[in-house]
């Protein structure tokens, strides 16, 4: 615990932290301020009484930052984004054109970038279209007028183009991962709501139960922390030139996480998840009775409990992490950055046999990490089928990337601490 709070403590230290520190909590209060800025046109009272009764937008809600119980400007949150990011790392695996962009580095990071913002729009629109027309089937609009549902549609793809400057703002002059850090922020503002619900409807005979449950999730988030932080050291020789030959005279490590996609693979499955399952409530209120029939037995086969939503979830989360992991973690250019500084790695030979050996290492401990982490992200909803306590499945998921964000935050912090006492030394 100490090694995770003295981070913490030299935070206030150094002026350039402080900065981004501070920068990071004006961006979260102009977040949470515009986020109970309510978009018009909404029965707030109906609305709220129908999250209070389905999963599937309680869900919705966590990933939409928080925005969507109030129906803010911001209700679609982040995740057309997200979306729009999903369907540009699966064409770079298709498309020639992306996928030399994805190896060009910053640039092709940007350009990649600026692609899944003009996406987004498009996607803002179809997804506001389709929560309006949602809405409108459970009567929760006020008004029947095109052009004030128009206006409505509108007002949601602004709030969500905010959102994503407003993360990008993250990213450049704050702490951690501005998508992750959104969402971590929508999240914890709605414990206290949740926690009061929780203890407002508690039932008094399920207090053993209560108490299995809550072991379980401490359990899960000291794995969750355990895990976060396990590396795979793989030892490294530096060859150093002396008179007139060379021998390996310095040894240190390469560490590769266990996890190297963080958090994004829960966000990738859980937005995935939902595309699907909004498509289908929509559907089911058309006046076709084949395709409403079609569209409620996907609902139901979607629903958050269901055992096939939680294979299909596990193994997304599973199929995300390597997939995220191969986009962040590239073993060509490790081992020829490693090949270019003389090092090697002990009985590999440099160049291809090293790039294998990498993969080879890369593929087995991400299959350790990505299983554990699906299998936390699914557990609660185990949990909760065999205790009959269903509020607290969607938390599972909450706690997860809680959990995630923060140790990325740390991370963070630490890198930046280094890249000072570095900075210092040289000076």
């Known amino acids: 615990m100490d090694n995770l709070l003295a981070p913490l403590r030299a935070l206030l230290k150094i002026k350039e932290l402080r900065k981004r520190l501070i920068f990071t909590a004006i961006v979260i209060a102009v977040f949470r301020l515009v986020a109970h800025i309510p978009a018009p046109g909404i029965n707030l009272v109906a609305l709220k009484s129908l999250f209070n009764g389905s999963a599937f937008l309680s869900l919705l809600d966590v990933f939409s930052g928080g925005t969507l119980g109030n129906f803010s400007i911001m209700a679609l949150g982040l995740n057309p984004y997200i979306n729009a990011s999903i369907i540009f790392q699966m064409l770079g695996m298709v498309v020639p054109q992306l996928e030399a962009l994805q190896k060009e580095g910053d640039y092709g990071r940007q350009k990649i970038n600026q692609y899944t913002r003009l996406l987004t729009i498009p996607l803002c629109f179809l997804q506001g279209i389709a929560l309006i027309f949602l809405l409108q089937r459970q009567g929760l609009t006020t008004t029947a007028d095109p052009l004030q549902l128009a ?14 400057w407003l993360g990008e703002q993250l990213n450049d002059y704050g702490l951690g991962n501005g998508i992750s850090l959104i969402i971590f922020v929508g999240i914890v503002s709605r414990i206290p709501v949740a926690a009061m619900q929780l203890f407002a409807t508690i039932d008094q005979t399920k207090i053993f139960t209560y108490i299995i449950f809550l072991f379980f999730a401490v359990a899960a988030i000291y794995a ?6 396990a590396v795979r050291e793989i030892p490294i020789q530096s060859a150093r ?25 829960i966000i990738f499955a859980v937005s995935f998840m939902l595309m699907p399952s909004m498509i289908s409530k929509v559907l089911a ?33 599973v199929a995300f992490t ?3 992991t191969a986009v962040v973690f590239n073993p060509e250019k490790i081992a020829k950055d490693l090949r270019s500084s003389g090092s090697f790695i002990p009985g590999i030979r440099p160049g291809p046999n090293t790039v294998d050996y990498l993969n080879f290492v890369l593929t087995r401990i991400t299959l350790v990490g990505a299983s ?20 607290l499945a969607i938390g599972g998921t909450s706690v997860l990337i809680v959990v995630s964000v923060v140790l990325e935050i740390l991370k963070t912090i630490n890198s930046q601490l280094y890249m000072y006492s570095y900075d210092k030394f040289l000076d």
Do not use: C, D, K, W
């Open 151 to 164: 206006s409505i549609v509108f007002t949601l793809a602004a709030g969500t183009s905010l959102l994503i």
């Open 224 to 229: 969750i922390v355990r895990t976060g932080e």
């Open 241 to 265: 030139r002396g008179g007139n030959s060379y021998g390996a005279v310095a040894s240190s490590h390469l560490p590769l996480r266990l996890n190297q996609a963080g958090v994004i693979p």
């Open 285 to 317: 209120g058309v006046n076709q009775p084949a395709l409403a029939g079609f569209a409620t037995t996907v609902s139901n086969i979607l629903a958050p409990n269901s055992v096939f939503y939680n294979v299909l979830y596990f193994v997304l989360v």
């Open 322 to 324: 390597y997939f995220y």
């Open 372 to 391: 554990f982490l699906g299998l936390v992200a699914v557990l609660p909803s185990i949990m909760s089928s065999f205790t009959g306590v269903t509020s």
